[in-house]
């Protein structure tokens, strides 16, 4: 006769996953990678008011929302993540290895592609500007500009990320 394993056995024999035996209620309060994450992202959006200030010389409460700017939140997000999965589980971990290429693609876009794709919008920009008040392009909206990231917001945000981490996993 065939046995069924219920739940209940799998887990008290220890053959279901580590990250199964998480109950859905305690989901964020011990998540430590997501804490992470996304602490390290607030953080980066707070401090883009101060090297905005820095840079202007003037207080823009809208680019703790917008994209772009020093330092990359981007970066922060998916390097604290990954960190904190390293930390916790490991560098070997399967897991480990997923967040690490999605932070490679995350920050490798967010200089690479967005980067471009502003200094793109910026010309064109430009170009409409130049229009004669009766082309039917001449009132288009201005297309977003600040898309992308250098590679030291790049870097400076990813350094972000990896100190948040590093604090949360050490505060447990």
Not at 95 to 119: E, K, N, P, Q, W
Not at 137 to 154: A, D, F, I, K, Y
Request: glycine share 6%.
């Amino acid at each position: 006769m065939d046995e069924v394993m219920t739940v209940t056995d799998a887990v008290s024999s220890g053959s279901m996953s580590q990250s199964s035996s998480y109950s859905s209620s305690s989901l964020l309060p011990s998540n430590l990678p997501l804490l992470s994450a996304l602490l390290a992202c607030a953080l980066a959006q707070f401090l883009k008011l101060f090297t905005n200030w820095f840079k202007e010389k003037r207080w823009d409460s809208k680019r703790m929302l917008d994209s772009g700017g020093m330092p990359s939140s981007h970066s922060a997000t998916v390097t604290a993540l990954a960190m904190a999965i390293g930390l916790q589980e490991g560098t070997g971990s399967p897991t480990f290895a997923i967040a690490v290429v999605l932070a490679c693609v995350v920050m490798y876009d967010a200089s690479g592609v967005r980067l471009h794709a502003g200094r793109q919008a910026e010309l064109l920009n430009q170009i409409v500007c130049e229009f004669p008040p009766e082309h039917p392009l001449s009132s288009v909206r201005p297309l977003r500009e600040l898309l992308g990231h250098t590679p030291l917001q790049v870097v400076v945000g990813a350094l972000v990320g990896c100190i948040v981490a590093y604090l949360m996993r050490n505060t447990d």
